[in-house]
């Protein structure tokens, strides 16, 4: 058995498919397909069942596949890692951020990252539902995750970076635009720009909503939190966001609630994490994070 074999492996897996795992890894279909058997032949296994809507893993297929992302995962990080040492590091560092959490902290240490290691590709999943999340953790494929509540599960380090308060942002022109902290049982009787049921975002809003005993009207759903600020800023509805997730050009709009909103920022490393994931958290830590005071309004100059 070889590491190829695995990789090919997991790629059909995830596909569905060989055709679209040979895409998937640029190589020729037949060479999947022999591999495949030949890993197969090997274990004395079936790996792979074919249904109507592509193959899929048996039962044994997905404890193989469970250990050869381990086996996968960890090949890669001592390749990283020997090119570390030589000054080099190359490879793929995974990142996933819930929440919209660390929105304008994260971009500033990649981009140190980058300028460290040139040739390191990061790859970022945005606001993963928490079933995504746990989807991706189970493959071990993630290499730092910002997340307010780690997976006790998770095979990972937990690192509090900060807390993140969060804030109301506001249509143009909102009555409450004047006041520098809106308190949220202000916002009684507004419509919404809610979540994804499913998303932490949305869990964090309901809870508030409950918390404060609002029953609210829901004008929208979306997925990502600079949509939802986006959808506000045109009165569409009111939200409630991170304060970093806040885009440029929106802060105007965003004020403080009380009583107080916030969560905390863990960074959540891989226990056996190699240089590119151990220099990402410092360069994390080197973040300022967000206060909301930022968000009330300027004072006005005194005549």
Do not use: K
């Amino acid at each position: 058995m070889s590491l190829r074999q695995y990789e090919y492996a997991l790629a059909v897996a995830e596909q569905g498919s060989v055709t679209a795992a040979a895409e998937l890894l640029h190589v020729a279909q037949p060479s999947v397909s022999q591999q495949i058997r030949a890993l197969e032949r090997e274990l004395g296994v079936a790996l792979f069942a074919r249904t109507p809507t592509g193959l899929v893993p048996t039962v044994v297929g997905r404890a193989f596949l469970r250990e050869a992302q381990v086996a996968v995962s960890a090949s890669r990080r001592a390749r990283a890692t020997a090119r570390a040492a030589a000054d080099e590091l190359v490879g793929e560092l995974l990142v996933a951020a819930q929440m919209g959490l660390g929105t304008r902290q994260l971009p500033c240490a990649l981009a140190a990252l980058r300028r460290r290691f040139p040739r390191l590709e990061v790859t970022v999943f945005e606001e993963p539902n928490p079933a995504e999340l746990e989807r991706l953790g189970r493959r071990g494929v993630l290499d730092l995750v910002l997340v307010a509540t780690p997976c006790e599960e998770a095979a990972a380090d937990a690192h509090h970076l900060g807390d993140e308060e969060f804030v109301v942002v506001l249509g143009a022109g909102h009555r409450l635009l004047a006041a520098d902290r809106v308190e949220l049982g202000e916002l009684a009787g507004e419509p919404w720009v809610r979540f994804d049921r499913d998303s932490a975002l949305g869990g964090v809003l309901r809870d508030v909503l409950r918390d404060n005993a609002l029953t609210p009207t829901t004008a929208a759903r979306v997925s990502q939190a600079a949509t939802a600020v986006r959808w506000a800023s045109h009165g569409l509805g009111v939200t409630l966001v991170p304060a970093s997730a806040v885009p440029h050009g929106y802060e105007h709009l965003a004020r403080p609630v009380f009583p107080v909103v916030s969560q905390p920022v863990v960074a959540a490393v891989r226990r056996d994490a190699g240089p590119a994931e151990t220099a990402l958290l410092e360069l994390l830590r080197q973040q300022t994070w967000h206060r909301s005071a930022s968000f009330a309004p300027a004072p006005m100059a005194q005549r």
